[in-house]
């Protein structure tokens, strides 16, 4: 792509600097559309079920609606964002693209969107053959993306500093969907699994602490210098505090066989030691050395306010439900948001570059970034989402019909969020026809 062609006009684009990506081999740019496309429709969902069947989901975290919902921002949502946006990272990572990434993607792409449906499906209805279906087409498709990130990595000398970080939270993957399935047939009595909820509590630690923690917070410590021209994080803090996390988890799981405080303990360890990132997260951009609060990195701060506000709720006691919203909605939706909304407009821009340099239009005017997505769409969405992220809570204590208005303003959030990812991609595409033409 247009950076290796020249690569000192790259270095620095506008405000964002490129320093250490190279997008020489990125795949096509409708792969990571699908992905988020796919994943806004799953969230769409989201608000729907909390309009229908609102009452029901929140009696407690144990009801087969709120397993589903909670598969569905799991696995409907991160799983396609994350996937979608690794797809187009590794390239950058590991200067080698994944071995015929347009085949590879599609089969990813699909088992995800199935096997999220199924699983869900199985979870709302308790139906066994869906919850096994969607399990299994899940397991496929992480292992495939797993073996081609692997092949990609391998087959290539160059290694980024943050393949480590990352590689770490694509390994927790492998637990958290393992347990994942046992927890499956332990809930169908095809399994006797002993002490469910301890053994819930460590598949939930390794899907939501190890997998999207590390991988999001090592996406957000690459990404905060680049776009927000932060400090960086240095590297090798980085790689002692994931592989802390990721021992401490392990050290958790053995609690389930070896009765020990210590090994109990090193949930809390983890919640703090993730505390603690996420304050260095907030230092780092109160510090930067451009004081714009731009609407996407909003999105972050505010992701980072609820991990705060999570972690308080925990320690202070018993409500689950808050923890679970507030880490689940406010987290592990409101930071890959914002993330997204600061990587369309950039990854737009540079394909187009790209395309410009390679059709030899130089007279042609490329729009800016904000062209295609305005802050004030993004504002607007951003006001939805935290709205109804704290309808949510606040129908968690006084339960009642504001269940089904926090429903209402959650799909409009959705539907803005998919309508904000699209009109990007259609704007990018009237773009690419005229640089054809
Ligand atoms: C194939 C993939 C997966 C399967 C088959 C699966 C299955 C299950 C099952 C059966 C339970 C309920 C356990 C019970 O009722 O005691 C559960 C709970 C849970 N799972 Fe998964 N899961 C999968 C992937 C994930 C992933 C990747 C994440 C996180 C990123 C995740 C997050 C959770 C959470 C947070 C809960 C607990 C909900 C609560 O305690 O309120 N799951 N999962």
């Not at 926090?406 to 991609?425: H, P």
Request: charged residues 10%.
């Amino acid at each position: 792509m247009a950076c290796g062609a020249s690569a000192t006009r790259c270095h620095r684009v506008g405000i964002v600097k490129t320093a250490g990506l190279s997008l020489d081999q990125a795949p096509p740019i409708d792969i990571p559309f699908k992905f988020f496309l796919t994943a806004s429709l799953f969230s769409v969902i989201i608000g729907l079920l909390l309009i229908v069947k609102g009452e029901e989901v929140f009696l407690s975290r144990w009801t087969p609606l709120a397993l589903g919902i909670t598969h569905l921002i799991t696995i409907g949502f991160l799983a396609q964002v994350m996937t979608g946006a690794m797809i187009q990272l590794l390239p950058v990572l590991a200067g080698s693209p994944i071995p015929a990434v347009i085949t590879i993607s599609r089969i990813i792409h699909l088992s995800l969107l199935s096997g999220a449906i199924l699983l869900v499906t199985g979870f709302i209805f308790s139906h066994r053959f869906s919850l096994f279906a969607g399990a299994g087409l899940l397991a496929a498709a992480f292992t495939l993306f797993l073996i081609a990130a692997l092949i990609s990595l391998v087959s290539s000398g160059i290694r980024h500093n943050n393949a480590v970080s990352l590689g770490l939270g694509w390994l927790a993957i492998v637990p958290a969907v393992a347990i994942g399935i046992y927890l499956a047939m332990g809930l169908t009595g095809i399994a006797s699994v002993s002490d469910m909820s301890r053994l819930t509590a460590i598949h939930l630690s390794w899907g939501v602490l190890g997998w999207v923690g590390i991988v999001l917070f090592a996406t957000v410590f690459q990404l905060i210098p680049i776009f927000y021209v932060t400090k960086e994080i240095p590297t090798h803090i980085r790689h002692i505090a994931f592989a802390v996390i990721f021992s401490l988890l392990i050290l958790y799981s053995l609690s389930h066989v070896i009765a020990s405080r210590l090994f109990e303990n090193s949930l809390v360890l983890i919640v703090m030691l993730f505390l603690l990132l996420g304050i260095t997260v907030l230092y780092a951009i109160h510090r930067r050395k451009r004081k714009i609060l731009d609407i996407t990195l909003l999105f972050v701060l505010t992701g980072l306010v609820f991990l705060v506000l999570a972690a308080i709720v925990w320690v202070v006691g018993d409500y689950d439900l808050i923890v679970g919203v507030l880490l689940l909605g406010g987290v592990c939706l409101t930071i890959p948001i914002g993330i997204i909304y600061k990587v369309i407009p950039f990854l737009c821009w540079f394909h187009l570059q790209s395309l410009q340099v390679k059709q030899e239009k130089f007279s042609y005017s490329l729009p800016s970034m904000k062209h295609f997505i305005s802050d004030k769409d993004a504002k607007r969405h951003y006001y939805l989402h935290v709205g109804a992220i704290f309808m949510v809570i606040i129908s968690i204590v006084f339960p009642g019909p504001i269940v089904r208005l926090s429903g209402i303003v959650f799909s409009l959030s959705s539907i803005y969020f998919l309508k904000n990812v699209l009109f990007a991609f259609l704007a990018f595409r009237r773009e690419q026809k005229a640089l054809y033409v």
